[in-house]
């Protein structure tokens, strides 16, 4: 997962069906001094989060798949299989980070 | 996924088999002060996207996931037309 700042969303009415009902964040991720720079990227969001949060971003698409799968209440082998075209995630809010 | 401006398409008629059928559009990427960052991919159109249109792209493995019938030897495709955006800068 990567470190990100939650910097606006994006309101699609033509879209996959796989996309009904997400909402989709548009995130940057931040570099090592904590800066939000390099590119912008979507993410559907299943935290709740708004612009201004910092979050994790998942970004690995069998992951996003299993999470989706499993919501629909598959087991985690079959969930992986599903054709679902996402492959970013917002799967946590940021509290805290410390660094060194 | 990504933000991504249609700036044009691509005809190709000597292809792979699982590409017959595929519209093939040239998108630029966006940032978010919508400015296109240089890098152009030619992506598989899924919702009917035109040239000038704002679009949300996937790549690699999602891509290929977002036909129908899935698994088409794709690796960018485009999944949705935006309506707006709402950002904080």
């Known amino acids: 997962m990567i470190l990100c700042d939650v910097i606006g969303n994006v309101v699609m009415t033509e879209k996959s069906p796989k996309f009904i009902g997400e909402k989709i964040m548009m995130l940057k991720a931040l570099d090592n001094q904590m800066k939000a720079s390099g590119q912008l990227f979507l993410a559907i969001d299943r935290v709740q989060c708004g612009i201004g949060d910092r979050v994790l971003a998942l970004r690995e698409g069998s992951g996003v798949r299993q999470i989706i799968g499993r919501e629909q209440g598959l087991a985690v082998d079959i969930a992986v299989k599903e054709p679902v075209p996402i492959k970013s995630m917002v799967v946590a809010m940021v509290d805290e980070v410390n660094v060194v | ?89």
């Open chain 2, 1 to 89: 996924m990504n933000l991504a401006k249609v700036v044009g398409q691509v005809v190709a008629n000597q292809k792979i088999e699982g590409l017959v059928g595929a519209k093939f559009l040239l998108v630029d990427y966006l940032d978010e002060k919508n400015k296109q960052t240089g890098k152009r991919v030619v992506a598989v159109d899924t919702v009917r996207a035109g040239i000038g249109d704002t679009v949300s792209c996937v790549s690699s493995r999602e891509a290929a996931l977002a036909l129908e019938p899935f698994f088409v030897p794709i690796d960018s495709a485009i999944i949705g037309i935006v309506d707006s955006i709402n950002v904080s800068l």
